[in-house]
């Protein structure tokens, strides 16, 4: 079971990756406090640590219950900040970010390999039951250093080396559940990292001629890219929903397949250290960031989560590169062949957002029971 829901999950989160959000009538406007615009795809959060959506392109977002508050508010290049009450304007500083030493690169190589901390954050609900889900995983990517070499493509897949999660279930009836290190099968979003991208990035040229500030920019498929340049980082964030009607996409291709699908938010954000030469490579990368929701409704869906009702999905995932080596051709080729590559240890970076004392709660907890071990791994309340 778990395999089939994992393959059905792959399939759809293909499709949500393209897609995303609806805008609303928010009472919480969220903006810079530097330059008092915007910020988009800030993640909001309650009090339970439910992962309630993102900000839209007006930095705004829908009125919560009041259950809901306190409201905790993370978004990439931002320090973490809350909302205490309905109908207020929150204000996000911006990070500071220290320069790491320059990585110095080695023309003579052919392969760079990256090594990834990816943190994921979500939420599911169904039947009014809550399940929350943190999972810490350990990636690499292996990248040409030039395009075309004879004999290697790299990949720039996400691999994963090594994994755990800590898992909350709150039942409607308010029953409360922790886990640690479970199957969580079709829980995972990861799914949606398609490739890390290697592309260098450019400032706009308004940007190149200021200190900081923000410019958008239309593309030729009427997605809209939001570029924000700080003191010590550069940011670009991309809507792919941006002009599609009511901000939403239901792919006919999963209709056919019993798993109608709507998918309503999609944000890729990516931060840079800021440097002088206004070009950024994956090696100058700070953070990436997915934003995903999506309300899945197709009777297959249903018959895999067990559900009556819609299953609502919602996942913030944060990727951060912790460490770089340059490879020769034939260390490439030999790391392609190898099967069982070594667990690395999780290394968190020191630039990771703290989570709130809600989901910190939850980590707590479960880092107190045993792992592997299905008959203890549990905590119920």
């Not at 990248?143 to 990949?155: A, D, Q």
Request: aromatic share 8%; with cysteine.
């Amino acid at each position: 079971m778990h395999n089939i829901k994992f393959l059905l999950f792959r399939i759809s989160i293909f499709a949500i990756a393209c897609f995303a959000q609806i805008p609303g009538n928010a009472a919480i406007n969220i903006i810079d406090a530097g330059d008092r615009q915007p910020v988009v795809a800030a993640s909001i959060f309650n009090n339970k640590g439910v992962l309630l959506g993102i900000s839209d392109e007006n930095g705004s977002f829908l009125s919560a219950k009041p259950s809901d508050f306190p409201l905790s508010v993370q978004c990439l290049g931002y320090e973490f900040n809350t909302v205490e009450s309905d109908g207020s304007t929150i204000e996000l500083l911006s990070r500071s970010y220290n320069l790491p030493e320059a990585l110095v690169s080695d023309k003579s190589r052919d392969g760079l390999k990256i090594l990834l901390y990816i943190r994921e954050l979500s939420t599911f609900i169904a039947d009014g039951d809550t399940t929350l889900v943190i999972s810490e995983n350990m990636a690499d990517v292996i990248l040409p250093t030039r395009p075309k070499i004879k004999g290697f493509k790299g990949h720039n897949k996400a691999q994963i080396l090594n994994k755990r999660n800590f898992a909350r279930y709150i039942k409607h009836d308010g029953t409360d559940s922790i886990a640690r290190d479970i199957d969580t099968g079709a829980m995972s979003m990861i799914s949606i990292i398609s490739s890390i991208d290697t592309l260098s990035l450019v400032e706009t040229p308004r940007l190149r001629t200021v200190a900081s500030g923000f410019d958008t920019i239309m593309t030729k498929k009427n997605a809209t890219i939001i570029y924000r340049k700080s003191q010590s980082s550069y940011t670009q964030s991309y809507d792919p929903l941006w002009g599609k009607e009511n901000h939403k996409v239901s792919p006919s291709v999963l209709k056919l397949l019993g798993m109608t699908i709507d998918i309503n938010e999609a944000f890729n954000n990516k931060s840079f250290y800021r440097n002088d030469s206004g070009k950024y490579r994956i090696q100058d990368m700070i953070q990436e960031t997915y934003s995903i929701s999506a309300l899945a409704k197709g009777k297959l869906w249903k018959t895999v989560f067990h559900a009556k009702s819609d299953i609502l999905l919602k996942s913030l995932i944060e990727i951060y590169p912790v460490d770089f080596e340059y490879l020769t051709l034939e260390e490439c080729k030999e790391l392609s062949k190898e099967k069982n590559i070594a667990k690395p240890d999780f290394i968190v970076p020191q630039n990771v957002s703290p989570l709130d004392a809600t989901m910190q709660s939850i980590v707590d907890r479960a880092m107190k029971l045993n792992p592997k071990n299905t008959d203890r791994n549990i905590e119920e309340k």
